[in-house]
């Protein structure tokens, strides 16, 4: 595998430790975590920070009964619920929003597919398959854009991204990435609120694909 | 052996918080306990190793009223804060085998399980995790390693303490959740290189020990 050329930043990192990164972008943080051991390293950082504000932290007094009552619950049987490994060119915590099964392509026209992972009003995020030397439709959005190579590779004004690479497209950013010949691109897509295309595909039609 | 510099780190070291103890920690039977690791190391290590009660209760005591204090400047009750606590001490229970000292300082971990069960009691869908890195065997404790991490650890909670009023607050408001992203600023006037390298070799010894299992 190439070396990954595209991290995440330090603010998305940050908030993802803290706890306070929306659902859809955390996705894409937490696959590209365990994609990348540079950022893994990172993360361990800010969760160490975290650690110390939580230990610089006023303490509140305990109530009496709590230390008993933890103590009662420690012979209890565990209902460990099972986490999802990653499979193929999906990473762990893409199973885990996947539930384990295999993604439910549905076709965009041109041979691009996408397959709805989650889509709140707060923004969405879903895995997009690209054939090779398609162009994903030009496009701008609402928030940043997080965009993660899963297999394959794409292009766009601002560089080339393989497989484990991150793109952040801040809202004012219009690009029209390609895919590269060969492999379809499979990309975990984030954004936060509904993509509007301005060609390839009429606004009429966008509530029904739900980009 | 310890090599000089070592030494001098655990000389440097300043004094763990006094902690309300029920067992003196020579009680705590563990093959670190003897190394100079900081108390809450050596009891997470003894509930890591064979699930000493004692050295449990300790980590409760300690770490119990620190977290609530934590989880209520969130904007948690008193009483969801408790269930938040007792929840997360049990997780740091059964899930004791996953800590690994070359990686992480107790209190990160326990910070960072807290979250998660915050986030899981905040929304339905949970918390997106990375993958774990399997540690299901028990590997070699590289003393030198561990204490250096810890040493870390106390260098950034003193340097968190000696930051501007401005730059402490938003570091604690980004961590109360009160910051998006956008809002957060990365450059957050703490010394963050050298702890960084300290996990990254704490993470290549792990990713080593998990070729060699693959590989016998
Ligand atoms: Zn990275």
Redesign the interface.
């Known amino acids: 595998m190439t070396a990954i050329k595209h991290h995440i930043s330090e603010p998305l990192l940050m908030a993802y430790a803290a706890g306070s990164l929306e659902h859809h972008y955390a996705l894409v943080v937490a696959a590209h975590v365990s994609m990348c051991d540079e950022c893994r390293a990172q993360l361990a950082v800010y969760e160490s920070v975290g650690g110390a504000v939580m230990d610089g932290t006023n303490v509140a007094p305990i109530s009496v009964d709590l230390k008993d009552s933890v103590f009662a619950r420690l012979e209890a049987p565990q209902v460990e619920k099972k986490r999802q490994r990653g499979f193929g060119v999906f990473p762990a915590p893409v199973m885990e929003a996947l539930k384990g099964k295999p993604p439910r392509w549905k076709s965009l026209g041109f041979g691009v597919r996408q397959s709805i992972l989650s889509d709140t009003k707060e923004g969405s995020v879903r895995l997009l398959y690209i054939p090779g030397g398609q162009e994903v439709p030009d496009h701008s959005h609402e928030g940043i854009e997080l965009t993660l190579v899963l297999q394959g590779a794409f292009r766009d004004e601002t560089g080339r991204f393989g497989v484990g690479d991150l793109e952040i497209a801040d809202d004012d950013l219009e690009h029209a990435p390609i895919a590269e010949e060969g492999a379809a691109c499979i990309c975990l897509a984030a954004t936060g609120a509904p993509l509007r295309f301005k060609s390839w595909m009429p606004r009429l039609f966008q509530p029904i694909f739900r980009i | 052996m310890l090599n000089v510099e070592t030494q001098i780190e655990i000389m440097e070291r300043p004094v763990p918080p006094v902690v309300r103890r029920r067992v003196p920690k020579r009680d705590v039977k563990t093959i670190d306990a003897q190394q100079g690791y900081s108390d809450q190391t050596v009891w997470m290590l003894a509930v890591k190793a064979q699930q000493d009660?004692a050295a449990?209760?300790c980590l409760?005591?300690f770490y119990?009223?620190?977290?609530?204090?934590?989880v209520?400047?969130t904007g948690m009750s008193?009483a969801q804060?408790?269930e938040v606590?007792?929840e997360v001490?049990?997780t740091v229970?059964?899930k004791a085998k996953l800590f690994d000292p070359h990686?992480?300082?107790?209190?990160?971990?326990?910070?960072?399980i807290?979250?998660?069960r915050?986030?899981d009691v905040q929304?339905k869908?949970g918390?997106?995790?990375?993958?774990?890195l399997m540690h299901d065997v028990e590997t070699e404790h590289d003393a030198s390693q561990i204490m250096a991490m810890e040493q870390?650890?106390e260098t950034?909670?003193s340097a968190?303490?000696k930051l501007k009023p401005g730059q402490r607050e938003m570091?604690?408001k980004?961590?109360?959740?009160?910051?998006?992203?956008?809002e957060?600023?990365?450059e957050?006037g703490?010394p963050?290189g050298t702890?960084?390298s300290r996990?990254?070799l704490g993470?290549e010894k792990l990713?080593h020990e998990l070729k060699e299992l693959r590989q016998p």
Do not use: C
Not at chain 2, 127 to 132: I, N, Q, T
Not at chain 2, 174 to 182: D, I, K, P, T, V
């Open positions: 009660r449990f209760g409760f005591d119990a009223p620190r977290l609530k204090g934590f209520m400047r008193e804060a408790e606590v007792q001490m049990i229970w059964h990686r992480a300082q107790v209190s990160s971990w326990i910070y960072q807290a979250r998660n915050q986030i929304r869908e918390r997106p995790l990375p993958e774990e870390e650890t950034l909670k968190l303490a570091v604690e980004a961590y109360l959740g009160e910051l998006s992203h956008s957060i600023q990365a957050t703490l963050l702890i960084k996990i990254r993470l990713r």
